[in-house]
């Protein structure tokens, strides 16, 4: 989705001088040294290719199999190499589509036009982002290949379904020798300059991507490093049978990112895939169906053979942060290798926001794993967690150690440890023009559209790690289905506010011109708030029985929901107060009812499970 996308690169110029400095001498291969790989070779003579692999599936049904274009930097090198893979279906940039205008719904909606979309890439072997500059130099091949239905690529794309997985896949087995490749004439191509090792990487789609691909268990898929990615679409456009969106992109949808992404040639090949997108998303019951099960990758994490290195902001409100905390649990129970990474920013790169440590982590992690050189990096802490702007923890596991479920109840004087006002009913009217920003801001006034529980003071600092549960006994009588809760700290803090560019820069590798290995530094900025909304989740009450399913509510009826918030690590601060605060619709991501439902919600059994230590 143009939601989705990755976080691009600001490419700048630097001096021949400054070229000189950075240049490295050109060996006739590289050999790895005990510690780790060297930056041995000439980068400026790496060989640049590109090759057309074929895939087993025909999603354009044009009777031929798809092919994917696959653009290749490598060293100049008699030794074998492996492989370091970004698939993306944004490297041919994005059409103008706009969202659904459905958001309103029972009101007349106005269309809104999606933001523009970027020039199609001009054909060229260059390669945006550092992975390159930092890693041919050290013996690694770089490999970008375009989605189905994007740049050069065959096929349609369909935001994460079976035929995009299956194309990415074929690439990983071209590297085995498993798949044919072609050039630009048609002749037979063979990657017999690789070691076969892959390792995927990608932030956003491009991190998407790898957790599909590992997920159907191919050979020589070694590691994947996914960052900000998504583990399920469905939770990504949908939650607890409602229809939601990502933060920013109200109205998006799987079919409209499939068409921004549709940069291929005759794209209008697509127009029936389209259609079939837009009718089995089904955005009028938001049912969990076949359809997202074909784009839900937890669903085959039994089969993951690739080590996992997982990152994600812990304010990323595009790809949410449930998407990292159901996978990282899932490969946990699968005993996966892994590491995790949580950073402070949003929808962000870590090299953006902790760029010497990043490479340093990623060189010994992609060396450890495909180059098969004991780098010690899966000897260090599992986890690495920035509670707090530029403020980072470590620990062996995540959720850390000592972080026990903690059960709240919402009662007459707030958030207790235990239940207190037993069927005591209170009430809040829905009001959709309303942000949850503004509705959750004053935890001190009374508010009749939203009902606020507040903890006491807390006594000592208390980290909340993993994946709130609140389970609300209520009734509704109106228009929306759909409970939200919002998860606030509140107490006076400097809190993340966004990141910026820098007009110095750091050049991470040797470069050519147009792409010299020079980026902007990135840092935070901060603001003081009183408060801060940590967490948040949505039900729609019609699928409060299970998500596949809608069953209507009665009006005035008592019924109990259970749903979860998104996963999150956030340190409450001594003397803050925890709070709770109920409202119906969100406006920023739920669909939009008419005004004036009521909720009614009885205390002392209504509660939230926070997993929380200190």
């Not at 890439?121 to 390669?127: G, L, N, R, V, Y």
């Not at 923890?393 to 919402?410: D, I, K, Q």
């Not at 389970?471 to 809190?495: E, H, K």
């Amino acid at each position: 989705m143009r939601s989705v996308r990755s976080v691009a690169h600001t490419l700048a110029a630097i001096t021949t001088a400054a070229l000189t400095v950075l240049a490295t001498a050109a060996v006739a291969q590289a050999a790895p040294v005990a510690s780790g790989t060297e930056p041995v070779h000439d980068y400026a003579q790496a060989i640049r290719e590109q090759v057309w692999v074929q895939t087993g599936v025909d999603s354009d049904a044009d009777g031929r199999p798809d092919r994917v274009a696959v653009r290749i930097i490598r060293p100049r090198t008699d030794a074998k190499v492996p492989v370091i893979f970004q698939a993306s279906p944004y490297y041919a940039g994005l059409n103008d589509v706009p969202n659904h205008d459905d958001i309103d719904r029972g009101a007349a909606a106005a269309r809104r036009a999606a933001e523009p979309g970027a020039d199609r890439a001009a054909e060229s072997i260059f390669f945006a982002g550092y992975l390159d500059n930092y890693f041919v130099p050290r013996g690694y091949a770089v490999v970008f290949a375009d989605s189905l239905g994007s740049g050069g690529s065959d096929g349609c794309p369909t935001s994460g379904g079976r035929n995009e997985t299956l194309g990415m896949k074929a690439v990983v087995d071209w590297f085995n020798g498993r798949a044919p490749g072609f050039d630009a004439a048609g002749a037979p191509v063979r990657a017999d300059w690789s070691t076969g090792r892959t390792g995927m990487i990608g932030v956003s789609y491009n991190g998407t991507l790898p957790n599909a691909v590992a997920a159907t268990g191919v050979r020589g898929l070694e590691t994947i490093v996914p960052i900000a990615a998504i583990s399920s679409w469905y939770d990504y456009y949908r939650a607890n049978g409602g229809v939601v969106a990502p933060g920013g992109f109200q109205g998006e949808d799987t079919d409209v990112l499939a068409k921004a992404v549709l940069t291929r040639a005759n794209p209008e090949v697509c127009a029936g895939v389209m259609a079939d997108l837009e009718r089995e998303q089904d955005r009028v019951t938001g049912d969990y169906s076949r359809y997202w099960a074909e784009r839900d990758y937890l669903r085959d994490v039994d089969k993951v053979r690739a080590s996992v290195l997982l990152v994600h902001g812990l304010h990323d409100d595009n790809v949410r942060t449930i998407q990292a905390g159901q996978w990282w649990d899932a490969l946990a129970r699968r005993h996966v290798p892994r590491k995790i990474w949580l950073h402070q920013a949003g929808h962000n790169d870590p090299f953006n926001v902790r760029r010497a440590e990043w490479l340093s982590t990623l060189h010994r992690w992609f060396d450890q794993w495909l180059y098969k050189i004991d780098t010690g990096v899966m000897r260090e802490p599992m986890a690495d967690v920035e509670v707090a702007p530029n403020v980072w923890r470590t620990s062996r596991t995540w959720p850390p150690s000592g972080t026990r479920p903690t059960a709240m109840f919402l009662g007459g004087s707030g958030l207790a440890p235990r239940p207190s006002a037993a069927g005591v009913r209170q009430s809040f009217v829905d009001d959709p023009a309303q942000t949850a920003g503004e509705l959750a801001d004053d935890e001190t006034s009374a508010d009749p559209n939203r009902l606020a529980y507040l903890s006491e003071p807390l006594a000592a600092e208390t980290r909340l790690s993993g994946t709130p549960r609140v389970t609300v006994r209520a009734d509704l009588d109106g228009a929306s289905p759909y409970l939200t809760a919002l998860l606030v700290d509140y107490g006076v803090a400097d809190r993340y506010a966004g990141v910026r560019s820098l007009s110095v820069q750091d050049c991470v590798g040797p470069g050519i011109p147009g792409d010299p290995g020079c980026f902007n530094r990135r840092e935070y900025v901060t603001a003081q708030t009183s408060s801060e909304i940590v967490t948040r989740g949505w039900l729609d009450v019609r699928n409060r029985r299970s998500a596949a399913h809608s069953t209507p509510v009665r009006a005035g009826k008592t019924y109990t929901f259970t749903w979860d918030l998104q996963t999150q690590d956030h340190v409450f601060a001594a003397g803050h107060r925890i709070g709770l605060v109920l409202i119906s619709t969100d406006r920023d991501h739920t669909l939009r009812y008419p005004a004036g439902t009521e909720v009614g919600v009885r205390l002392g059994v209504s509660r939230v499970v926070l997993p929380l230590s200190r």
